[in-house]
């Protein structure tokens, strides 16, 4: 489906089929529109910012779901440090000599 013509008794047929140019019927076949639900002051607020900016709500959502989706995938990908290392010396005592593990232990049984 390419585009939707709305018929206004207004305007003749001739005006209908102009108004939807080339570009719009591009721009409507390579996006999608989607109906969110979305609590009342954050849309509120989003409609300030778009305002503020110059853009479309649109635009924001978009750029702030890239930002996201972008963040998240670096998170992922960041490796952790290696765990620490500790040299504690050598032994002191041979744990399987269990006579020898009490002595170390003061005598405690």
């Known amino acids: ?26 721009y409507m076949v390579f996006h999608m529109k989607t109906t969110l639900n979305i609590d009342d002051t954050v849309m509120n607020r989003l409609r300030r910012e778009a305002a503020r900016q110059g853009r479309t709500m649109s635009e924001l959502v978009e750029a702030a779901l890239r930002l996201l989706f972008h963040t998240s995938r670096e998170i992922k990908k960041k490796k952790l440090p290696p765990l620490p290392t500790f040299n504690g010396g050598k032994e002191l005592v041979d744990i399987a000599d269990r006579e020898a593990l009490y002595n170390a232990m003061g005598g405690r049984r």
């Open 1 to 26: 489906m390419i585009g939707f013509v709305p018929i206004v008794k207004d305007r003749a047929p001739a005006e209908d089929q102009e108004s939807l140019t080339y570009s719009h019927m591009t």
